[in-house]
């Protein structure tokens, strides 16, 4: 079963707070405070928010704890209906032995009590237990791959609703033979999706959360060798061709890139929470989320600084004074 909605975890109710709008009722007419209601009721069916959080890597060194929590406190202060998660929850559990790496993801589910709000997560490369070679642990491990992920919190690959748009969260990863990992859509996973589209409205907006992204100008502008982006990811855009995709949400390259296609949809890969493993910004790009406000059939985005870098930068200066540097 993998529509999230049956679990529970889907509907929130959105306060629409607009100061402007309340501080005006009182200059009207009485018989006018009627009508002044109705559009912002008409608009807070219409409206919502939610957050996307990427690579935040989680692990007890480095302050870490800290500056995630800096971005849990961010998240509750803004209070989205809900926050999407875009993969690399920990840091990391491809080479680790079993307890640390359980560790690992039970500190994250612990400091995700924090947020006021569901949190919808996805998976990503450094989420895979076991399978560097590295890794004391092995495929018959009852964990492996995806096997720790799916302990801790369900499906790698399902839909919910939320306010007429409808939301897909897809696995954007497999082992390649020689233990690597590779960004690939696998067959199973796609015949789900065919399966989870055939129920929805082709003017239903649409957003995918993937880890490994579809798009991404990550080679193009280093030529390094790999591509960054999910080798079939053209499979899912063809399926989705007569349907009302809005956003491709990307996580993985840890840095903040928007595009525009065929005016049709829209991709934000998500920056990172963890910067360069929490040692500061990763190609240019600030630690931070992106904040997504919908209103209607259309969406608007910014991209919030959750603080950790005046918190590094505080903390490395604070060990130069006391002559640590
Ligand atoms: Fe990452």
């Not at 897909?168 to 589209?197: C, M, P």
């Not at 129920?199 to 100008?217: E, G, L, N, R």
């Not at 999910?230 to 390259?253: A, D, P, S, T």
Request: charged fraction near 25%.
């Amino acid at each position: 079963m993998k529509d999230r909605n049956k679990d529970g975890l889907g509907r929130r109710s959105f306060l629409f707070r607009t100061g402007l709008a309340a501080a005006s009722i009182p200059f009207l007419p009485i018989s006018c405070q009627k009508t002044a209601e109705k559009p912002d009721e008409k608009l807070d069916e219409n409206t919502f928010e939610f957050a996307f959080l990427t690579d935040i890597h989680i692990k007890p060194e480095m302050n870490a704890p800290k500056g995630f929590q800096m971005a849990i406190d961010k998240v509750n202060g803004l209070n989205p209906d809900f926050v999407i998660t875009g993969g690399d929850l920990v840091y990391d559990v491809m080479r680790g032995n079993y307890e640390k790496s359980e560790a690992l993801f039970n500190l994250y589910k612990d400091m995700c009590k924090g947020f006021k709000m569901p949190i919808y997560n996805c998976i990503g490369n450094h989420d895979l237990f076991g399978i560097y070679e590295e890794s004391p642990e092995d495929e018959n491990h009852p964990d492996y791959k995806y096997g720790m992920w799916e302990r801790h919190f369900g499906d790698t690959y399902y839909s919910f609703d939320h306010k007429g748009w409808h939301f897909i969260t897809l696995n954007s990863l497999d082992v390649t033979e020689n233990k690597r990992y590779k960004g690939v859509f696998h067959k199973e996973q796609l015949q789900w999706l065919a399966k989870d589209l055939s129920k929805v409205d082709p003017s239903t907006p649409i957003v995918i959360t993937t880890h490994i992204p579809m798009i991404c100008a990550y080679s193009q502008l280093n030529g390094s060798k790999g591509s960054r982006t999910v080798g079939n990811g053209f499979e899912v855009f063809r399926m989705l061709e007569g349907y009302n995709l809005k956003l491709v949400l990307q996580g993985h390259i840890h840095w903040k890139e928007y595009g525009f296609v065929n005016d049709r949809f829209h991709f934000l890969t998500g920056g990172s929470i963890a910067g360069n493993g929490w040692k500061g910004r990763r190609h240019n790009t600030k630690e931070g989320f992106m904040r997504i406000k919908v209103q209607g059939d259309d969406f608007t985005w910014e991209y919030v600084d959750h603080g950790w870098e005046n918190e590094r930068l505080k903390t490395a200066n604070k060990g130069i004074e006391a002559g640590q540097g």
